[in-house]
Each structure stands twice: as structure tokens, then as C-alpha cells.
């Protein structure tokens, strides 16, 4: 398994093949304002802190990592369903931690798979807010995050 980011130059051949990750094996949980938020995203224009991963095995695409202005515009994470409790999601996290120094994102109380991904990484739950399905949503901050950051955001 190998997580490797996405540069600037191969996103746009690759983005349908990320786009089809994303909807085939999201679940339904990556809402339709991320994947247009994705759709137009260039990340040669992006604000610090944007990212874009991959994880491989033997040249087959099975997870996916996306964030936006360390999370505070947009992140979400997918994994295809063969490859789920075997540590991508883990290792796509730490990556993302190591490119970044911080990261944050938002979760629904009820994606139990998100909410322990984000506890085994060591993540911190620090606000409960509305989301954007209207669901009680949890922010998460891990590395170098600060409370005030997501207040920072809103207007």
C-alpha cells in the first residue's frame, strides 16, 4: 500500500477517475457541495493547506483523501469497500497530517466509520454543530489545529 499527493499537473486527467471513487464507494456520505466544491477545485490555484492523496496497491486506486484549507473549506476521505478495516483510512490520515501539520474536518454523529477513523488517528472532537445535512456534526482537529480556526471561517 502506498499514499502518494496528487500534483497540480495530473489532477485534472485524474479527477474523473477520483470522481468515480467517490461516488462508488462514498457511501452517500460525501454531500453533492463537496463534489461540486471538488469538480472545481484547482489545486494549482488552492489555498494553503489543500490537498489531494491517493493510496495504490499493485496499481489499483483504493482510497482517496481531499482537503481544502486544512479542512476548513472542505475534506472527506473514501476507501473502497475490498480495502475498508485494513488500515487505509489510517494511513491516509497521517499522510495528510504529515503534508499539512494540521488538518480539520467535520463528521455526523451517525458515520460510525468516520467517527472511529478519526478517534484511532488521534484526532480531537471539539465543537457540535448543525451540519450541512442537518445532522449533529462533530468538528475534528488533529497536528497543530486551533478552536479558533473554525470560527475564523464563518461570517
Not at 103 to 112: E, F, G, K, S, W
Not at 119 to 147: D, E, M, R, Y
Request: charged residues 20%; proline residues 3%.
Amino acid at each position: 500500500m502506498k499514499v502518494r499527493r496528487i500534483s497540480a499537473s495530473e489532477f485534472h486527467r485524474v479527477r474523473p477517475i477520483l470522481l468515480h471513487l467517490i461516488k462508488q464507494f462514498g457511501d452517500g456520505r460525501i454531500t453533492a457541495r463537496a463534489i461540486r466544491w471538488f469538480n472545481k477545485l484547482h489545486l494549482n490555484s488552492a489555498k494553503a493547506g489543500t490537498l489531494v492523496a491517493i493510496c495504490m496497491e499493485k496499481r489499483k486506486l483504493i482510497g482517496l483523501i481531499v482537503i481544502g484549507n486544512y479542512g476548513l473549506e472542505e475534506s472527506f476521505i473514501v476507501v473502497h469497500t475490498n480495502h475498508r478495516k485494513q488500515g487505509v483510512g489510517e494511513a491516509l490520515v497521517q499522510f495528510a497530517l504529515q503534508q499539512l501539520s494540521k488538518l480539520y474536518t467535520r463528521v455526523a454523529h451517525d458515520n460510525i466509520p468516520s467517527l472511529k477513523l478519526c478517534f484511532s488517528c488521534n484526532l480531537v472532537a471539539f465543537h457540535l454543530i448543525k451540519g450541512p445535512t442537518g445532522k449533529p456534526t462533530l468538528w475534528f482537529g488533529g497536528g497543530n489545529w486551533q478552536t479558533q480556526d473554525i470560527f475564523n471561517i464563518r461570517s
